[in-house]
């Protein structure tokens, strides 16, 4: 079955803290990794996206970084602010066809002033 | 608003009853998406919808749930017979072609509670 684990459930950082949150698939057949931000009471927002022939991109104060042989992808938030406190889900698109994404668990992020 | 709209956001109903979810997708768009979200969980695929047809159900549960998304209106989920493990956000997504990009906008969600 295809899956997409994430990792921490949840993370607290203080302000300007630069919070990582981690994800790893178990099926090759994905093309595109999403992450989406969603506060609570709200859909989720895409925030940033790569595909797997890129390493990392950027994004503002938003960074994914992606390692195909591992098939692992992780999010970086540097200067990490109040604001950014949410709930943060990877994604996952299967190969060719439609946009369906397979998500993971989300990890609660809080940011102390 | 040129979001995709859900309504409505929250609805509460007693087992045994039938709820029905809505979605406008985006202005343009012609392809929805339904997902479910249970608390603390992150969201599953239910079903995949272009206008008159359903593409992909294999998220949905075998019975009681059904989707449709017609020629004009929104697309509608349907929970016939609701039992307490409905309770869950269930979300709408839309995206303007049906491949690629796995961009994805969603709504905020229509909050179901069963009694």
């Known amino acids: 079955q295809q899956q997409v684990k994430q990792s921490p459930q949840s993370l607290i950082v203080q302000k300007g803290g630069i919070p990582i949150i981690n994800c790893a698939y178990e099926n090759t057949a994905f093309d595109y990794f999403p992450w989406y931000q969603q506060f609570p009471g709200k859909g989720p927002a895409l925030l940033i996206a790569i595909r797997p022939d890129v390493s990392e991109k950027k994004e503002g104060r938003f960074t994914i970084s992606f390692n195909k042989s591992a098939k692992q992808f992780s999010l970086h938030i540097m200067d990490s602010q109040p604001g950014d406190s949410a709930t943060y889900f ?13 998500f993971g668990a989300g990890t609660r992020l809080a940011v102390h002033p | 608003n040129a979001g995709v709209m859900q309504n409505p956001r929250h609805l509460v109903r007693r087992r045994g009853q039938e709820a029905r979810l809505r979605c406008s997708p985006m202005k343009g768009h012609s392809h929805v998406y339904w997902y479910r979200q249970l608390p603390e969980e992150g969201l599953k695929f239910m079903v995949y919808l272009q206008k008159e047809n359903i593409i992909d159900e294999s998220g949905m549960p075998k019975e009681r749930f059904s989707a449709e998304f017609p020629k004009e209106g929104p697309s509608i989920l349907r929970i016939q017979q609701v039992v307490r493990g409905d309770s869950a956000a269930y979300f709408c997504a839309s995206s303007l072609s049906g491949s690629g990009t796995g961009e994805l906008f969603f709504g905020e969600g229509s909050r179901l509670t069963v009694l």
């Open chain 1, 90 to 102: 990877c994604a996952a698109k299967i190969t060719g066809g439609y946009n369906k994404l397979i």
